[in-house]
């Protein structure tokens, strides 16, 4: 059975995706491309300077 995901998706708070657990920078609003809003993400301790976008239902996407 799978449960949903009580992920907080606000700036600041630490999420699950994947494997990963990455901290929520930004929130992007993507109007008119019909695609759900996407965040900008960031790692965790040694990985603190790579940065991710994330849009769901379509992927992540490493910027740097």
Known sequence: MIQ????QWEVGEVVRV????LRV???EATPGDYKPDAY???GLGAN?????RFVP???LERLQ
């Not at 949903?4 to 992920?7: A, D």
């Not at 994947?18 to 657990?21: A, I, K, L, R, T």
């Not at 603190?48 to 991710?52: E, G, I, K, V």
């Open 4 to 7: 949903r995901s009580s992920q």
């Open 18 to 21: 994947g494997f990963m657990q």
């Open 25 to 27: 920078v930004a929130k």
């Open 40 to 42: 900008r993400l960031c």
């Open 48 to 52: 603190a300077s790579r940065q991710y």
């Open 57 to 59: 239902h379509n992927g």
